[in-house]
């Protein structure tokens, strides 16, 4: 069973460049960041013409998340009880909940789509936000680890946080800035502390998986490493063909972000609708 996440940046400008990329790569589940659009908005047709249903939690034009797959979604949760709110308080006094998080299980395995808040700058109150939106996901993550031993899990996304000083291109660059500050660190540092393994880098893959569109980052490789698919136990001991896919960045009309995939061993029924092409 083919993985995958990507952060696509407006699902609606960048359909076509999806579905086509799904099914070159012959992916079963992607779990996508960022989809900016509510679901009266989503473009569902060209996902279930390409074999594919879709779940997604998109409040507006902006943040969102969703997944698509051609096997089974169960499961499907939206958000998780201690996400912190942000903004002005809601007339009930209530702080506004965002669209960041998605969870679903596909043939047994567990599976959360992340857009993790970008915290904007240390002095902003989207970064204390931020710190306290990844600490309790941390701490709910604990917990599904010691109710369900046994199920692969694994989250996955766009961290907005770069944990090492080589996934940036020039680590003084980003100095006095958000994704690289030690907090954030700890934040990521946390999950790992919990049990679970960065799919691509125990197996040896490096590289960006994010180029701004400004200044020519993408031609002079300047990019940074932000999204990833930690994984538990129980789903690292499936993981094989872990893959950044680079060359999603060139052309028309990119994502600022590319694909992040795994293969998992796990067994799929064959399914006689599933789509055929050339």
């Known amino acids: 069973m083919r993985v995958a996440t990507w952060n696509v940046n407006s699902i609606r400008s960048r359909v076509g460049r999806v579905v086509d990329w799904m099914l070159r790569e012959d992916v079963d589940v992607l779990g996508m960041q960022e989809i900016k659009c509510k679901e009266s908005q989503f473009p569902f047709e060209q996902f279930t013409e390409a074999g594919y249903e879709v779940e997604l ?3 507006s034009q902006w943040n969102g998340v969703a997944f698509a797959s051609r096997l089974p979604m169960e499961d499907v949760t939206v958000g998780f009880p201690s996400a912190p ?4 308080p809601d007339d009930d006094g209530s702080i506004p ?3 960041r998080a998605l969870g679903v299980t596909v043939n047994g395995v567990r599976l959360w789509s992340l857009y993790v808040p970008n915290g904007r700058e240390l002095d902003n109150p989207h970064y204390p936000y931020k710190l306290e939106w990844l600490a309790n996901l941390a701490t709910e993550t604990r917990g599904w680890l010691a ?3 046994n199920q692969p899990l694994a989250l996955m996304g766009d961290f907005n946080i770069a944990p090492l000083d080589i996934d940036v291109w ?4 980003f100095e006095g800035r958000t994704h690289i500050s030690q907090p954030e660190r700890d934040a990521f540092t946390a999950f790992e502390d919990a049990g679970l393994t960065d799919a691509l880098r125990s197996r040896g893959i ?4 994010y180029w701004d ?3 020519l980052r993408f031609p002079r490789n300047e990019g940074m490493r932000i999204d990833f698919i930690l994984g538990s136990a129980a789903f690292d001991a499936l993981v094989s063909e872990p893959k950044i896919h ?3 960045r060139k052309g028309d009309g990119p994502s600022d972000h590319v694909p992040v995939s795994v293969d998992l061993a796990v067994d799929v029924k064959d399914d006689d609708d599933r789509p055929m092409f050339l």
Not at 85 to 88: D, N, W
Not at 170 to 173: E, K, L, P, S, Y
Not at 206 to 209: A, H, K, L, V
């Open 147 to 149: 109710a369900n031993t």
């Open 57 to 59: 939690h998109g409040l």
């Open 170 to 173: 020039d680590i003084a660059a």
């Open 246 to 248: 680079r060359e999603e």
């Open 213 to 215: 569109y400004q200044q």
């Open 85 to 88: 709110g942000f903004g002005k």
């Open 206 to 209: 490096e590289g960006y998986t």
């Open 97 to 99: 909940q965002e669209a």
